[in-house]
């Protein structure tokens, strides 16, 4: 046990969130050899070396018609730094996705906090599966603010507390808010992402209407900013056919 009480790091507070493209193997030629595996077999393989800008038809048609598995011969791997509650929504995706999130029993966690931007809309009115979301008041951005700033410091101080005490850190993490910055990897590909994008975003040219929560639509915007960059022909026609993932 310690004499005195440890100093204890001042927070940082974020209205933000980051993602890194770290790795990809994705690009439109992809989904044309597997799609024409069916017709061509091994010549196939020539679709690789053929200008993808030459075959918008084909991929517009599979993305049309929901042929869905040649938009899965790719992979993306991104880094995203993003709050805890912003992770948990993120691992409902599970069909085509694997994660690994830094570890709160292994690594001290750094003091970094999510506070909303003073753009982001705070008065929720609806029903479940309605909601609108409007402006908050100064008063109430100042409100919101200043409680989660007091909540994080004193949440912080406390599992600072509990580790000079000598108490386990997968034991002194209790104590943090979900509003905690964490670090994961998540690795995709380019069918996994739509489902994904069709779900967390929200966007006038989808068929069937989303209402994501605004910090997972950060991540999500982020993420199709980049993969719009590796596959140009395929994410115009995700949008072109509504956002549905085929």
């Not at 974020?14 to 091994?42: I, K, M, N, Y």
């Not at 791997?77 to 409902?92: M, Q």
Request: with cysteine; charged share 25%.
């Amino acid at each position: 046990m310690t004499d005195e009480a440890p100093a204890v790091p001042e927070p940082i507070f974020r209205d933000d969130v980051t993602v890194e493209l770290v790795r990809s193997s994705a690009q439109d030629a992809d989904v044309l050899f597997a799609a024409r595996v069916s017709t061509a077999g091994e010549q196939s393989i020539d679709e690789l070396g053929k200008d993808p800008a030459r075959s918008k038809g084909l991929i517009n048609y599979l993305m049309r018609d929901r042929h869905g598995t040649p938009f899965e011969h790719n992979s993306m791997t991104f880094l995203v730094s993003a709050p805890i509650f912003v992770f948990r929504e993120f691992h409902r995706h599970r069909s085509g996705w694997s994660y690994n999130e830094e570890s709160g029993r292994y690594r001290e966690l750094q003091p970094v906090f999510y506070v909303p931007a003073a753009e982001r809309k705070l008065v929720q009115k609806g029903r479940p599966g309605k909601y609108e979301f409007f402006e908050g008041t100064a008063d109430q951005y100042k409100a919101v603010s200043s409680a989660m700033e007091d909540s994080y410091r004193q949440s912080y101080a406390a599992y600072q507390a509990m580790l000079a005490e000598g108490v386990a850190r997968e034991v002194a993490r209790a104590v943090l808010p979900v509003g905690l910055f964490s670090s994961m990897y998540a690795t995709c590909n380019a069918r996994s992402l739509m489902h994904f994008l069709s779900l967390r975003t929200k966007d006038e040219r989808a068929k069937v209407p989303s209402f994501p929560q605004r910090e997972i639509e950060m991540v999500a915007e982020k993420m199709e900013a980049k993969w719009a960059e590796l596959m140009p022909l395929t994410h115009a026609a995700f949008n072109e056919h509504g956002r549905v993932a085929p």
